[in-house]
């Protein structure tokens, strides 16, 4: 495996293989800045069907961290790490006790967290072993926990941006939604939306879990093939990476794109076609922030929920700015928001890459 030269390696600082053979783990971590601050980003636990799979994975995650915290001003740079392993099959405390040996031994470069495929009681045994850290149990009142409502909470406010934005609407009522993948973020998004009057339609490729969105607030199922070309006035993805490219956007109905998948664009090219198509796509990493401004929050101690939720209410203004400046401009708003998180991160002087 070439890794330097693939396009995703985009400069990474740091990238390291870790296995530990009592446990069978076998993780990944990347980090791509520490300009910024110690690399902080969640470690994702996925079947990756070959390890170039997770290779091109972490590495795409690890940059939209960087890009993240840099557009959120957090005090952290760019980094993620991938567990190679089914979850629901393979998880044991023992396997997280071995990763968090792993991120120990970086000695601080990487800071780890909840996602896809990991919770807050993984991030517990990890924590038994390191304090490179965050997401973990907190009490009431004080910042941290599990990240995945506080994302959902600024995804939702910052989808209520885009539809003042593109569709001139104040209020959600009656607004149809499409919600692909309804776990840690997207039911949380749910529960925000229906109680604000949106009609949902959602996907899962788990049926209980969709079952339960409709159960609790009315939501309607579809099938997971046809959830992104549903006729809605807003796609929220907040299943996994790459669903927007040649063959999916041309079936898009939506008009807004607002949702907590990280890499959303399986390329550059694919935010072009949508901004051709006349459909604004809020750039997921700058949707999709509230989680980790929740665990620099806690993290760096002493913070309360309340200036967490406070800090999440800025993510709807950021959108904002990048929407008007690409309107300005006739950019996409994905390329506004990479040049703006390059240059916060000194990286002016490199191609940007999908
Ligand atoms: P999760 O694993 O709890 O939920 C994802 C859901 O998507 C699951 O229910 C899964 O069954 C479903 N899914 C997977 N593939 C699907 C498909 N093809 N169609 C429909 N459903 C599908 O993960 P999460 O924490 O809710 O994160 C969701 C997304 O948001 C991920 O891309 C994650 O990286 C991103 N994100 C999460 C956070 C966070 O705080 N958890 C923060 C930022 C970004």
Redesign the pocket.
Known sequence: MEIYEMREFDGHELVVFGHDASTGLRAIVAVHSTVLGPAAG?C?MWPYTSTTAAVVDVLR?SRGMSY?NAMASLPFGGGKAVIIGDAPKEKTPELFAAFGRFVDSLGGRYITA????TTTADMEAVARVTSYVSGLGRKPGEAGG???P??ALGVFLGLKAAVKFRLGRSDLDGLGVAV????????HLCRLLAAEGARLRV????AA?AQRVCDEFKAVTVP?ES?LSEDVDVLAP????AIFNADSTPRLRARVIA?????QLAEDKDGQALQLAGILYAP?YVI?????ISVAREYYGGGTEAQVTAEIHQIPGRLTEIFERARRENRATHAVADQMARERLGRTDRKMVA
């Open positions: 969640g994702r995650l993240k909840e996602d896809v495929g599990d990240p995945a506080k994302t692909q993948g309804v776990g840690g973020v997207g039911y996907a899962d490729v788990r879990a997971v959830i907040c299943a996994l990476g949702g907590a998948a990280n890499n997921d999709n922030a509230g989680g980790i």
